[in-house]
């Protein structure tokens, strides 16, 4: 074996570890969403069902397991997450090309300068933002008495906002920076000479310089918006995100629901990741076929109106994609010859729990202790620490509460 072909194979390896370490527990968590049991587990399985992305179900003990269609907690902490990830961009995108404007126009000397302030609250901790925010306007809702400055320096979602954007702003900040470091500030000035005004350089050069960042800025501000926890759980008050309301449940016991809310999310994420890859290919493929329609129309040699065959190439990914559909079949087939799917199976192992529940219940009421148990020995009593109030010299001395 050569040495190029061992280190070859040897970097494949990483790489399906690297990505198996990387995805695996979210493959591991979409494939829980479809199991029927109150706890999100593969092994043992149940039975196959949908629901917990509908109404959950009613546990034997009575609970009712709330799903993903009828937990009104997580539709609260979504709509949160969304009005508060939507005002983090409207406040964080401006700052954040502005602050870069003016990076790009301060003197050499004080540029360094502006830059590590403009970067610095990333380096604050979350909870010291959070907790700073609620503390100032606390004070300023307590000046302003009874108004409308008491309301909104008292309102979770506003302070969340307000806490969120201090360091989203940076990132923001970031991104317009790396893009103003290739702009040609000469365009500027040949318009200004031509006789435009600051406003109109401002929104017909500068601006469509910056859609891709000022496009790229909104997107990172809002996803960072939308999974932020430390700075949230802080400044959020009464109200609550997603994130507070996921981790408030993780308190309790991870819920199926949690897992169908995660394989919606990467559902989602997946769509928009593909159709903005598709997009971006069809804009390429139309500029390219552009440039050679108008190669071809220039040029003097014929041979570049040549229909050339194209070979058949294989897709690159191809090989992930034979491994993810042979699981799928083996799960499926699994499944299939099991009996591990529909209402039949649900309502049976249903029973089945309900039966070991009642047993349990049986079990406890069938034991009868006495009252030499219960006084002593391992049972409970008073033999590891003593009757304590059974001196009767212990308050003597108690002069009484003041």
């Keep these: 074996m050569r040495p190029s072909y061992f280190i070859n194979f040897m970097m494949g390896i ?6 198996a370490y990387l995805f695996g527990p979210l493959i591991i968590m979409s494939i829980t969403a479809f199991n029927s049991a109150e706890f999100p587990s593969i092994t043992p399985w149940e039975c196959f069902s949908f629901r917990w992305f509908n109404e959950g179900k009613i546990a034997y003990d009575g609970q009712h397991l709330a799903g993903l269609l009828t937990d009104w907690r997580l539709h609260d902490g979504i709509i949160s997450s969304l009005i508060i990830g939507a005002g983090v961009v409207t406040l964080s995108v401006p700052i ?8 790009t126009q301060v003197r050499s000397q004080l540029r360094d300068i502006f830059y590590s302030i403009s970067i610095m609250p990333v380096l ?5 933002i959070g907790i700073s925010t609620v503390v100032l306007w606390d004070r300023l809702a307590g000046l302003g008495g009874e108004g409308f400055i008491s309301d909104i320096g008292r309102n979770g979602i506003f302070l969340t906002i307000l806490a969120q954007t201090c360091f989203i702003s940076t990132y923001c900040f970031l991104i317009f920076v790396a893009r103003l470091q290739r702009f040609d500030q000469t365009q500027e000035e040949a318009a200004l000479d031509l006789g435009a005004s600051q406003t109109q350089v401002f929104f017909k050069i500068l601006v469509p310089y910056l859609s891709p960042a000022i496009a790229s800025a909104a997107v990172i501000a809002f996803l960072f918006s939308f999974e932020n926890y430390n700075t949230t759980v802080f400044s ?7 994130t507070t309301v996921i981790a408030s449940k993780v308190r309790l016991g991870i819920s199926p629901a949690l897992s169908a809310l995660a394989l919606t999310i990467i559902a989602l994420t997946i769509i928009a990741a593909a159709t903005y890859e598709v ?16 190669v071809k129309e220039k040029a003097a040699d014929n041979r570049i109106n040549k229909n050339y065959k194209i070979g058949f190439k294989v897709p690159r990914g191809i090989v992930t994609i034979l491994i993810l559909v042979v699981f799928t079949i083996y799960g499926a087939t699994q499944i299939l010859k099991n009996d591990l799917y529909g209402q039949s199976c649900i309502d049976a192992a249903d029973t089945e729990k309900k039966s070991k529940f009642y047993d349990q219940l049986n079990a406890l009421d069938a034991i009868e202790l006495s009252e030499e148990e219960l006084s002593g020995g391992e049972l409970g009593g008073n033999q590891d620490y003593g009757d304590i109030f059974g001196d009767p010299s212990l308050f003597q001395d108690f002069g009484g509460f003041d």
Excluded: N
């Excluded at 954040?96 to 990076?103: E, K």
């Design 14 to 19: 990483y790489i399906f570890i690297f990505f």
């Design 96 to 103: 954040g090309m502005a602050a870069a404007i003016v990076l």
């Design 124 to 128: 604050f901790p979350g909870v010291i």
């Design 236 to 242: 959020i008050l009464s109200d609550q995100t997603l």
């Design 279 to 294: 997009l971006r290919r069809r804009a390429e493929k139309r500029y390219k076929d552009t440039q050679e329609k108008f």
